[in-house]
C-alpha cells in the first residue's frame, strides 16, 4: 500500500473547486500509473494546510467548496481500480468534536459517492485523539 498525499494548493486547482487543473491532474495520474503497474494499492491522500482545515471547519462554504472538489477529483479518479485505489477524504481534519466531523464527512463522502463506483472504499481519519471513523468503507 502507498499513500500518494495530494497537496491542496493553487498550483492544483482553479477558481472554481469544481474544476481541477489538467497539467495537475497528468501529475497525479502519471503517479498512480507508475504506482499501479508495481502492483501496489494507493491512497489517495488529501493534504491541505492548517489554515484551510480550519476555514473548513468554521466555514459551511468551504466545507461546499471542498465537496465540490471531492466531486471532481472523484470523477475523474472514477475509472481506476476501486480494489487498488482508496480514497482518503482529508488527512488529519483538526475537528476536535465528533459530531461536527460525522456531518462533515457525511457530506464529503455523499460528494465523493456521487461521482465515482460505491465499490470504491474512503479511509476515514480518527479525529480528537480518539477513534471515531478511521477504517475503510
Not at 23 to 39: H, P
Not at 54 to 73: I, P, T, Y
Not at 108 to 132: D, E, F, H, K, T
Request: aromatic fraction near 10%; glycine fraction near 6%; hydrophobic fraction near 40%.
Amino acid at each position: 500500500m502507498f499513500a500518494l498525499p495530494w497537496s491542496l494548493c493553487r498550483s492544483s486547482i482553479t477558481d472554481d473547486p469544481g474544476r481541477l487543473k489538467a497539467d495537475y491532474l497528468k501529475y497525479l495520474d502519471n503517479a498512480l500509473d507508475l504506482i499501479l503497474a508495481n502492483g501496489l494499492a494507493v491512497i489517495v491522500d488529501i493534504h491541505p494546510s492548517d489554515e484551510f482545515k480550519v476555514k473548513l471547519n468554521s466555514n459551511d462554504r468551504q466545507l461546499e467548496a471542498f465537496g465540490k472538489f471531492w466531486r471532481a477529483l472523484a470523477q475523474h479518479l472514477s475509472t481506476r481500480d476501486p480494489e487498488r485505489v482508496f480514497l482518503e477524504v482529508i488527512n488529519e481534519p483538526m475537528v476536535e468534536d465528533g459530531y461536527r466531523w460525522y456531518g462533515m464527512q457525511g457530506k464529503l463522502i455523499s460528494a465523493i459517492r456521487s461521482r465515482c463506483a460505491a465499490a470504491y472504499r474512503l479511509s476515514l481519519p480518527a479525529i480528537g485523539g480518539q477513534v471515531y471513523q478511521s477504517c475503510c468503507f
